[in-house]
């Protein structure tokens, strides 16, 4: 059940004036927004109570809503209503005062009036639904740098005026600067220098060659090997063996005839150009088999080769690794005609370096 001082709460939110017969009326003036610039404390817009003791006549506000809210009859309103109002005045002849929740309290002043002592807690504005009040918390202004160079400087025109200003504020920005900028520096470095090991690691780039370059080894004349003719068995047909084209076995005779024809054509063309390149000093042009650390992996690819035909197969170092090249040529036509032939008879990984 809704007492009294529960209906006056919530009647002052919708109601200027609340009449209590008998009592009082409990009148409503909003107040609009207010700042104290010495304390920057902001008050949201309210309302004052105040309490008009002259105000009397019965209207049947406070009685309807209670019997409506507490599904009573207005009789019973009424007598609750007359005891609320016996109470009041019991309480202030004995000189104390009367609390109202959320409102404030009743108390006698030295004139004998009622007065009310109001609860600041409770904003009966409606306008001001969701707002409070708070203080406002000034923004630091720091001095920039341009700001505290022109202050040292007029400091320093004034003869009689020391300079009171912390030269050492004038470099904090500089040296902030600094310190965010090295970091950068150091993560570019580092991936530039990933990507040098990352373009030297898969041979795109030989930045050895460019940093330590060494003159290509020419085979002189007098070191040309003559090739040896390989031994044919009786009963298979003899067919001229190159340095450049291999072949695997057949299984008809058919087959290896066909194989044969194009290897004497393939022999003849190749045996004039290792002539020519081998008369030629400036043949800096090889084609690559390998590249090893170690020189006795070299030397066993060289003869690997060399078993298989390549004659002119040899091991050269440059760079502190050892290549193992099927030969030397003197232009790039000639070098991409014998590699096209080596990749013909299978060796996909051989390459050009000049």
Same mark, same amino acid.
């Given at each position: 059940?809704?007492?009294?001082?529960?209906?006056?709460?919530?009647? #002052?939110?919708?109601?200027?004036?609340?009449?209590?017969?008998? #009592?009082?009326?409990?009148?409503?003036?909003?107040?609009?927004?207010?700042?104290? &610039?010495?304390?920057? @404390?902001?008050?949201?817009?309210?309302?004052?109570?105040?309490?008009?003791?002259? #105000?009397?006549?019965?209207?049947? !506000?406070?009685?309807?809503?209670?019997?409506?809210?507490?599904?009573?009859?207005?009789?019973?309103? &009424? &007598?609750?209503?007359?005891?609320?109002?016996?109470?009041?005045?019991?309480?202030?002849?004995?000189?104390?005062?009367?609390?109202?929740?959320?409102?404030?309290?009743?108390?006698?002043?030295?004139?004998?009036? %009622?007065?009310?002592?109001?609860?600041?807690?409770?904003?009966?504005?409606?306008?001001?639904?969701?707002?409070?009040?708070?203080?406002?918390?000034?923004?630091?202004?720091?001095?920039?740098?341009?700001?505290?160079?022109?202050? %040292?400087?007029?400091?320093?025109?004034?003869?009689?005026?020391?300079?009171?200003?912390? +030269?050492?504020?004038?470099?904090?920005?500089?040296?902030?600067?600094?310190?965010?900028?090295?970091?950068?520096?150091?993560? %570019? !470095?580092?991936?530039? %220098?990933?990507?040098?090991?990352?373009?030297?690691?898969?041979?795109?780039?030989?930045?050895?060659?460019?940093?330590?370059?060494?003159?290509?080894?020419?085979?002189?004349?007098?070191?040309?090997?003559?090739?040896?003719?390989?031994?044919?068995?009786?009963?298979?047909?003899?067919?001229?063996?190159?340095?450049?084209?291999?072949?695997?076995?057949?299984?008809?005779?058919?087959?290896?005839?066909?194989?044969?024809?194009?290897?004497?054509?393939?022999?003849? +063309?190749?045996?004039?150009?290792?002539? +020519?390149?081998?008369?030629? +000093?400036?043949?800096?042009?090889?084609?690559?088999?390998?590249?090893?650390?170690?020189?006795?992996?070299?030397?066993? #690819?060289?003869?690997?080769?060399?078993?298989?035909? @390549?004659?002119?197969?040899?091991?050269?170092?440059?760079?502190?690794?050892?290549?193992?090249?099927?030969?030397? @040529?003197?232009?790039?036509?000639?070098?991409?005609?014998?590699?096209?032939?080596?990749?013909?008879?299978?060796?996909?990984?051989?390459?050009?370096?000049?």
């Amino acid at each position: 059940m809704k007492t009294i001082a529960e209906a006056i709460f919530d009647l #002052l939110f919708v109601r200027d004036t609340v009449i209590v017969p008998g #009592l009082g009326a409990f009148v409503k003036k909003p107040t609009s927004a207010n700042v104290n &610039r010495v304390a920057n @404390y902001f008050t949201a817009p309210s309302s004052v109570i105040e309490f008009n003791d002259k #105000l009397r006549d019965d209207n049947d !506000l406070i009685v309807n809503y209670i019997a409506e809210e507490s599904n009573i009859p207005l009789d019973e309103a &009424r &007598r609750l209503l007359a005891i609320f109002v016996s109470d009041c005045f019991g309480v202030l002849k004995e000189g104390k005062s009367v609390t109202l929740k959320g409102i404030g309290s009743l108390r006698c002043d030295w004139s004998s009036d %009622i007065v009310l002592d109001q609860d600041t807690s409770s904003n009966f504005n409606s306008d001001s639904f969701g707002l409070s009040d708070f203080t406002a918390v000034p923004v630091g202004h720091s001095a920039t740098k341009a700001e505290i160079r022109a202050e %040292i400087e007029q400091q320093q025109k004034e003869k009689n005026t020391p300079v009171t200003v912390d +030269e050492k504020a004038v470099h904090e920005d500089e040296d902030d600067h600094r310190r965010r900028v090295w970091p950068w520096i150091l993560l %570019i !470095l580092l991936l530039l %220098i990933a990507a040098v090991f990352g373009l030297q690691y898969f041979r795109i780039v030989d930045f050895k060659q460019w940093l330590w370059p060494q003159d290509p080894i020419t085979l002189p004349i007098d070191m040309v090997i003559e090739q040896e003719k390989p031994i044919v068995a009786p009963d298979s047909t003899a067919m001229p063996e190159t340095d450049t084209i291999l072949y695997q076995e057949t299984d008809t005779l058919t087959e290896r005839d066909s194989l044969g024809i194009l290897n004497e054509q393939g022999t003849e +063309e190749l045996t004039q150009l290792e002539q +020519e390149i081998a008369s030629v +000093e400036d043949a800096k042009i090889m084609i690559v088999a390998g590249c090893f650390s170690n020189e006795e992996n070299a030397h066993r #690819l060289e003869a690997k080769l060399k078993d298989s035909g @390549y004659q002119s197969a040899c091991v050269e170092m440059h760079g502190g690794k050892w290549f193992v090249s099927y030969g030397r @040529y003197r232009t790039d036509d000639e070098a991409k005609a014998a590699l096209a032939k080596i990749k013909a008879d299978g060796e996909a990984k051989a390459w050009i370096r000049k």
